[in-house]
T-cell receptor, first 110, second 116 residues
């Protein structure tokens, strides 16, 4: 079993749609959780950290369920510019060891 | 300045060559990382340095040799690579202010390496 698993995708959605990505992790010692975004042939960039209480940044909402070892990302009112690969990231060992999920590709179409 | 720079952007090398990848950050970060990313795959952690000391080596073959000359610089020395080592090599840094997890990593644009 992979340490971090994501929806395989790709997701093809129209502009304005709401899309949800799911991620599960296997190591209960995981300490921190993030969503990164990676555009084609670019480096990953932090989208948002994920907290147990849930957190929201504009059109993006992230949730963490430690009991179920599950992380989610909700994107509302999708824009063309949201097209990218979304990477679920988990860190452990005091934050040093960072494990990326395989990523979920999102295509937003006009 | 929230930038991590990497040089070169592209590198082509033969299997007998020796080359080095360079990474630099001036954000005062004390943790620096090397990742390898193959096409359509996520980044895979290779090495982690904290306070200029190697903290994690993810069982990387010895043909990859990291070096951290100071807190701003991270090198990756390459020798006798194989064609399957062709990939995007990403450098990242994070503050490591509290010694605990939860810090954002800032990535450089990467070096695209092709081994012939």
């Amino acid at each position: 079993r992979k340490e971090v698993e994501q929806d395989p995708g790709p997701f093809n959605v129209p502009e304005g749609a709401t899309v949800a990505f799911n991620c599960t992790y296997s190591n209960s010692a995981s300490q921190s959780f993030f969503w990164y975004r990676q555009d084609c042939r670019k480096e990953p960039k932090l989208l948002m950290s994920v907290y147990s209480s849930g957190n929201e940044d504009g059109r993006f909402t992230a949730q963490l369920n430690r009991a179920s070892q599950y992380i989610s990302l909700l994107i509302r009112d999708s824009k063309l510019s949201d097209s990218a690969t979304y990477l679920c990231v988990v860190s452990l060992l005091g934050g040093f060891k960072t494990i990326f999920g395989a990523g979920t590709r999102l295509f937003v179409k006009a | 300045d929230t930038e991590v720079t990497q040089t070169p952007k592209h590198l082509v090398m033969g299997m007998t060559n020796k080359k080095s990848l360079k990474c630099e950050q001036h954000m005062g970060h004390r943790a620096m990382y090397w990742y390898k990313q193959k096409a359509k795959k996520p980044p895979e952690l290779m090495f982690v340095y904290s306070y200029e000391k190697l903290s994690i080596n993810e069982s990387v073959p010895s043909r990859f040799s990291p070096e951290c000359p100071n807190s701003s610089l991270l090198n990756l020395h390459l020798h006798a690579l194989q064609p399957e080592d062709s990939a995007l090599y990403l450098c990242a840094s994070s503050p490591w202010t509290s010694g605990s997890a939860g810090e954002t990593q800032y990535f450089g644009p990467g070096t695209r390496l092709l081994v012939l």
